[in-house]
């Protein structure tokens, strides 16, 4: 398990991929101000349940992925049940134009329980801020497939932008393995400098 430490390379790092994130952001070609404080708002929330997921993962109660995904679920669905009752509810009763299938529904369910499984195993093996990291990456992806999919229209100065961010998060990969290196080469080290252990005869 590894701790993320403060560093002033590592802030760099960070500032480099929130410009990348940035721009890409203004270079929307469909921009829109609320939905931007929106997803600004619940990054903020996301950031911190992934720091707290990490507490419970590697603080003093050391809970296992499947415990602590066990332990939130509730309080989860406790949470979502409110907007649901006063937002969503209301609105699926009033129209007619939905249909519920089973089928998909399931799926869904398998799908985010796998997610979230997935996420607390590398929070767990790694940190909150590799996961927001990688999430450039997911960006990436959805951004393909949104094109792929749905002919979303791009702009230059948006790719450039996840250019940027993906080069970060390039850099910051590269930064975790040399510093993984170094961590197992000190460890060799140590155990080749360790006195041996008197044999019994």
Do not use: H
Not at 82 to 105: A, Y
Not at 138 to 152: C, E, R
Request: some cysteine; charged content about 10%.
């Amino acid at each position: 398990v590894t701790k993320t430490m403060f560093s002033w390379r590592l802030l760099g790092n960070m500032v480099f991929v929130t410009c990348g994130v940035l721009i890409a952001t203004f270079g929307e070609v469909q921009f829109n101000l609320t939905g931007f404080m929106l997803q600004g708002t619940s990054l903020l929330f996301e950031s911190t349940r992934l720091a707290m997921v990490q507490i419970l993962l590697q603080g003093k109660l050391k809970l296992n992925p499947m415990t602590s995904l066990y332990l939130i679920s509730p309080a989860c669905f406790m949470f979502l049940s409110v907007p649901f009752l006063f937002v969503e509810l209301p609105e699926m009763m009033t129209r007619t134009d939905w249909t519920f299938s089973p089928g998909i529904m399931i799926l869904n369910c398998c799908t985010a329980l796998a997610l979230n499984v997935a996420v607390f195993l590398l929070i767990g093996k790694t940190s909150a801020l590799t996961m927001n990291v990688s999430g450039v990456i997911k960006d990436w992806l959805l951004i393909g497939l949104s094109v792929w999919l749905f002919s979303t229209p791009t702009s230059a100065v948006q790719m450039g932008g996840y250019l940027l961010a993906f080069g970060g998060v390039l850099y910051y990969n590269r930064t975790k393995m040399k510093e993984k290196e170094a961590r197992l080469k000190a460890s060799q080290k140590a155990d080749a400098s360790a006195p041996a252990a008197p044999q019994k005869v």
